[in-house]
């Protein structure tokens, strides 16, 4: 069973800076196909940003030019660098990995308040 492990969500004033990262132990990395989506309250899971097996980025437009998705092969992990964060950013934040079977992570609570 394969379980992806995300980590460094916290509470952040606005205009700070987080960086997500996730784990994914026991699949052939390189392969995959590898996202970060959140969900806030009430609302349903969205796509935040994705990252191709070749290195190719798509980002939602509310957090184009603020956070950036990058990927390790060697270590098998993926980030997203967070920056000048909204309180429209607060929400659970999940890692994905998609090759021929979709896994998720548990989620991280990221909260952005003043």
């Known amino acids: 069973q394969v379980q992806l492990v995300e980590s460094g969500g916290g509470s952040v004033q606005p205009g700070g800076s987080l960086r997500l990262s996730c784990a994914a132990p026991?699949?052939?990395?390189?392969?995959?196909?590898l996202g970060w989506y959140r969900q806030a309250p009430g609302n349903q899971r969205e796509v935040v940003a994705t990252?191709?097996?070749?290195?190719?980025?798509n980002y939602t437009d509310s957090v184009k030019g603020r956070f950036t998705i990058s990927r390790d092969n060697v270590k098998n992990m993926v980030y997203l660098q967070m920056n000048a964060l909204k309180p429209e950013d607060t929400a659970v934040y999940y890692c994905?990995?998609?090759?021929?079977?979709?896994?998720w992570g548990q989620g991280t609570q990221v909260t952005v308040s003043s």
């Open positions: 994905s990995a998609n090759y021929k079977y979709t896994y």
């Open positions: 026991g699949i052939m990395f390189n392969l995959y196909n």
């Open positions: 990252i191709g097996r070749y290195g190719n980025t």
